[in-house]
């Protein structure tokens, strides 16, 4: 027997449902992130789009201030001075001239200024545009932004934006969404924590959004709250979402293992790795002891279970669908050994059909197609259980119309095992009778099931119908179906199911007159291990 686990069919599922689940937790952790991402984008371009209002305003008004360059400082003293106290944000504004600071918009007209550019200033005259500063000209520890408008190589506007404004611009933009926010020009970062410069490797890091202006770097981080506030918005949703989805999956996962589905599948690989072989069981004229045909019989051969019981694998082949294909494969091997012709013309094979077969002609295409000719010299009988229910009559009588027209007849198999006995023979055409084993007297004193043999015996003769008895395993058994005018029976007293090989002796020897049980010709054929006889297709 095929073995399936359902150990491993529990702990796949579980594996399933716990991956799903983490799958789907991964994807809603994946949300809050995107959107702390959105956030805290949409807060780093607010951020650079206030800080951008004050340096853009601090550079406008150095524009202006351009045309005083090189002028006398008691000049344009009195508009400088003006300058720097009417437009926002400026500690200071300062002339440059040949490097040097010479005229200041916080200096009195009369103070004469000489101040060559400080050191941490001096990038300014080689094209760097703006440069955070700890401290500035009369205002000592207290971080400034140089800006720097040149109207030469030596010369130009020199303005110092207070550290202040742009802390509070900072502060402002910060909010419960933000951990930190910082200004980085070069190396040196201001931040939204303390009104002093700090290196910008130590300001910035762990910074999650950053954005390049002109000028700066803005960046900021968000805060634990943010991410806190996400989760308790999204997990609700994705828990919900990953429960239901998890639980389909567990269930989908859970059938698709279960031992029909296993089964299922194992049973197509065999039909596609030519497991499944032919086995004839040899029918026998009752009055002469010829052997007139044989019932194929499949069996399948696992490369692991070794041969597997015909009722451990045809009614799920029929639950599946399998079976049309199951039978397609059963056609082309009894094809090839038919086509060989080492039997007896007029050795008729019968197959059996499923339910499903009765839906459509589609058997009639493939015994069409498959079979062809060989029915004129090896005539097929198609067998029909009664333990099937037929779910539709027109389709099913439509069928065997069809194959009793391309001169394949028709037998119902297992009469009286259930109760669809009578509303069969009643709806359908059928030549053949087959009575089931159950039926078949077992002693000589076995009067009551002798009395309904004897029953069916009589209700196929009036019916016209041709019997042939199942299961016939005594010679009491033989002796009593020949005193009724039993044309065919099968059964162990005759031959077992044999394959192809051995079917050939054994028809040939019993092609003549007289009467031989299988005993008789052990020599002959050589039986297959005993197996219980549930319909194969």
């Not at 106290?85 to 007209?109: D, N, Q």
């Not at 004229?285 to 009722?311: F, I, K, Q, S």
């Not at 394949?408 to 059928?430: P, Q």
Request: charged fraction near 20%; glycine fraction near 6%.
């Amino acid at each position: 027997m095929i073995q399936h686990s359902r150990v491993a069919q529990w702990l796949v599922t579980g594996l399933v449902v716990t991956v799903t689940l983490l799958v789907v937790l991964l994807l809603g952790w994946l949300r809050v992130v995107g959107a702390s991402q959105a956030i805290l984008q949409e807060e780093t371009e607010r951020q650079r789009d206030a800080l951008e209002r004050i340096v853009d305003s601090a550079d406008t008004a150095l524009q202006g201030a351009t045309a005083w360059v090189g002028r006398n400082c008691s000049e344009v003293n009195g508009a400088l001075q003006a300058e720097g106290t009417l437009s926002p944000y400026f500690r200071s504004i300062w002339l440059v001239s040949h490097g040097k600071m010479y005229c200041s918009s916080v200096a009195r007209t009369d103070q004469a200024i000489d101040m060559p550019l400080p050191n941490e200033l001096v990038p300014l005259l080689t094209g760097t545009r703006a440069i955070f500063v700890a401290s500035t000209p009369y205002v000592r520890d207290a971080p400034a932004l140089a800006i720097f408008v040149p109207t030469s190589a030596t010369d130009g506007v020199l303005g110092f934006v207070d550290g202040v404004y742009l802390t509070e611009s900072l502060h402002s933009v910060k909010n419960s969404n933000l951990e930190w926010t910082a200004m980085t020009i070069g190396k040196l970062s201001l931040t939204s924590e303390a009104p002093t410069l700090e290196s910008a490797s130590v300001a910035t890091r762990g910074a999650q959004s950053t954005l390049t202006s002109e000028l700066f770097t803005t960046s900021l981080a968000g805060s634990p709250s943010l991410t806190r506030r996400l989760i308790a918005n999204y997990a609700p949703i994705f828990l919900s979402f990953g429960a239901v989805i998890a639980v389909l999956l567990g269930i989908l996962t859970f059938r698709h293992l279960s031992p029909a589905q296993f089964m299922r599948r194992q049973i197509a690989l065999g039909i596609k790795r030519n497991e499944f072989k032919v086995y004839y069981q040899p029918v026998m004229e009752l009055a002469t002891g010829r052997c007139t045909g044989a019932e194929a019989l499949v069996r399948w051969h696992h490369p692991v279970a070794g041969l597997v019981r015909p009722d451990a694998f045809i009614p799920i082949a029929e639950g599946n669908g399998l079976i049309i294909e199951l039978t397609r494969s059963l056609l082309k091997l009894i094809r090839n050994d038919v086509a060989k012709g080492a039997l007896p013309q007029g050795f008729h094979i019968a197959i059996n059909l499923a339910e499903r077969h009765l839906r459509d002609n589609t058997i009639v295409q493939d015994i069409e197609r498959i079979y062809g000719s060989l029915n004129d010299t090896y005539p097929l009988i198609a067998e029909i259980t009664e333990r099937y229910v037929i779910r539709d009559s027109a389709a099913a009588r439509n069928v065997m119309a069809e194959l009793q027209r391309r001169g394949i007849e028709t037998a119902l198999d297992d009469f009286g095992a259930e109760n669809n006995s009578i509303g069969y023979l009643k709806r359908y055409d059928f030549n053949y009778l087959k009575i089931d084993k159950e039926f078949l007297p077992v002693t000589e004193d076995d009067v009551v099931t002798r009395n309904i043999c004897d029953s069916i015996i009589d209700l196929a003769e009036r019916m016209g119908m041709t019997i042939v008895a199942e299961g016939v395993e005594s010679e009491m058994q033989a002796k009593y179906l020949r005193q009724r005018n039993v044309t065919y029976a099968q059964g162990y007293l005759f031959a077992r199911p044999i394959s192809f090989d051995e079917l050939v002796p054994f028809a040939i020897a019993h092609a003549g007159a007289g009467l031989t049980t299988v005993k008789q010709v052990s020599a002959t054929v050589t039986p297959i291990t005993p197996l219980t006889q549930p319909k194969a297709v």
